[in-house]
């Protein structure tokens, strides 16, 4: 049974740098069959997609994050992590850690099958 | 970016009542859909994707339909541990794009 687990701070002050890591059991992060994703989620709204990397390290982020955000991946700890910089209160938000299938062939990007359970971020002085 | 409206937003229903969510996407996603279940203070759970497909453990009183820009989920019978707030999200292009939820609470 694959397990996501995220961690870091829960409050971050405005300016600085939110930096959150996934830690994967079950499963592997060396795996070719899928790429490892973050996403999050504001009080009482959706989800948005942050950004993901597979085993090669490359990664995709949200153009409208792109210019702060840095997913990393360590294959020996079997982790992958967040960097988002420069945040403010709008950054408030659950932040998940999340495993999207990739079909096989395509290479094309699936759903999202197994998700972390969240970690709340603060962005407060 | 690909928009996803779902509707309605919320809606109240009874236990064994039949209940429909629809979603559509701004341009068409050739079935690339999943459908979530997210619960109070929890992550979402994968239900179905590319549209139709139940994920191993989802109870088969759910089901998915639909082409092109339009998809549907059904609960046919809708049972307690049903209440929940469901998403759709289309993996069709980057970045994933998710609706903004329905909220199924108890009438």
């Known amino acids: 049974q694959v397990q996501l687990q995220e961690s870091g701070p829960g409050l971050v002050k405005p300016a600085q740098t939110l930096s959150l890591t996934c830690t994967v059991s079950?499963?592997?992060?060396?795996?070719?069959?899928?790429?490892w994703s973050w996403l999050r989620q504001p009080a009482g709204k959706g989800l948005e997609w942050i950004g993901r990397?597979?085993?090669?390290?490359?990664?995709n982020y949200n153009p409208s994050l792109k210019s702060r955000v840095t997913i990393s991946l360590d294959t020996s700890k079997n982790q992958f992590s967040l960097k988002l910089s420069s945040v403010t209160a709008e950054d408030t938000a659950v932040f998940y850690c999340?495993?999207?299938?990739?079909?096989?062939?395509?290479?094309?990007?699936?759903?999202?099958?197994?998700w972390g359970q969240g970690t709340l971020v603060t962005v407060s002085s | 970016d690909i928009q996803m409206t779902q509707s309605p937003s919320s809606l109240s229903a009874s236990v064994g009542e039949r209940v429909t969510i629809t979603c559509r996407a701004s341009?068409?996603?050739?079935?690339?859909l999943a459908w979530y279940q997210q619960k109070a203070g929890k992550a979402p759970k994968l239900l179905l994707q590319?549209?139709?497909r139940l994920q191993s453990g989802v109870p088969s009183r759910f089901s998915g339909s639909g082409s092109g820009t339009d998809y549907t989920l059904v609960v046919s019978s809708l049972q307690a541990e049903d209440f929940a707030t469901y998403y759709c999200?289309?993996?069709?292009?980057?970045?994933?794009?998710f609706g903004q939820g329905t909220k199924v609470e108890i009438k």
């Open positions: 999340a495993r999207q299938i990739m079909y096989y062939g395509s290479g094309r990007g699936g759903p999202f099958d197994y």
């Open positions: 079950g499963g592997s992060v060396s795996s070719g069959s899928y790429y």
């Open positions: 990397i597979y085993t090669s390290g490359n990664s």
């Open positions: 341009q068409g996603i050739s079935n690339s």
């Open positions: 590319t549209a139709t």
């Open positions: 999200q289309q993996y069709y292009s980057t970045p994933w794009t």
